[in-house]
């Protein structure tokens, strides 16, 4: 893209108000989710995912950083001269949809692999219950399935200026009943 240079939408030859367009709509025209478990003998399984489609996003990471790619290769531009520049570019990427992106996605949120030791001993006044020792691990966000060129399409409001991703997280645990 050429910064500043905006297409004539209604071909009068000014560029204004007139010219501007919306473009796409940042709220999903579909979200669901999928939960599941499964158990076979002493193990379980289970899994989450949800999802989003037809849903845009401003890759506004991806604006600042192509604008500001020219801006540092460049000798001639000073210090002074591109601290100026990045105060006003702010506003004024926001008006151009070359960086809307289609961020349609299916989340792989959970995933839970468990085993259970049955009857470790018998418990109570009269033994008649049995101790069990559940042991399990689990992952979660694990994965994005996505076109979407940016860190996360999961964003509020269709602005994306996300620099950090979504931590990715392992629990290993125990649970003990008697």
């Known amino acids: ?3 500043g240079q905006y297409k004539d939408q209604d071909n009068n030859g000014v560029i204004n108000e ?9 709220a999903p025209d ?7 478990s499964i158990s076979w003998k002493n193990w379980t399984a289970a899994l989450s995912a949800h999802a989003a489609l037809g ?9 600042n950083s192509e604008m500001f790619k020219d801006l540092w290769v460049n000798s001639f531009v000073s210090n002074r001269v591109s601290s100026a520049l ?5 506003d004024a990427a926001y008006i151009s949809d070359y960086y809307v992106q289609d961020a349609s996605y299916i989340k792989l949120d959970n995933v839970t692999l468990g085993y259970t030791f049955p009857k ?3 418990a109570g006044k009269n033994h008649d219950r049995n101790a069990t020792l559940n042991i399990f691990g689990t992952v979660q966000n694990i994965y994005t399935f996505t076109k979407y060129t940016g860190i996360d399409p999961e964003v509020s409001g269709g602005i994306d200026g996300t ?8 629990v290993i645990g125990v649970k003990f009943n008697f």
């Open 120 to 122: 470790l001993f018998t």
């Open 1 to 3: 893209p050429i910064f």
């Open 30 to 36: 579909f979200t669901f989710g999928f939960n599941t």
């Open 163 to 170: 620099v950090y991703p979504r931590p990715r997280t392992y």
């Open 55 to 63: 849903n845009w996003v401003y890759n506004n990471v991806a604006s």
């Open 86 to 90: 990045y105060s006003n570019f702010d």
């Open 18 to 26: 007139a010219d501007r367009h919306f473009y796409h709509k940042p």
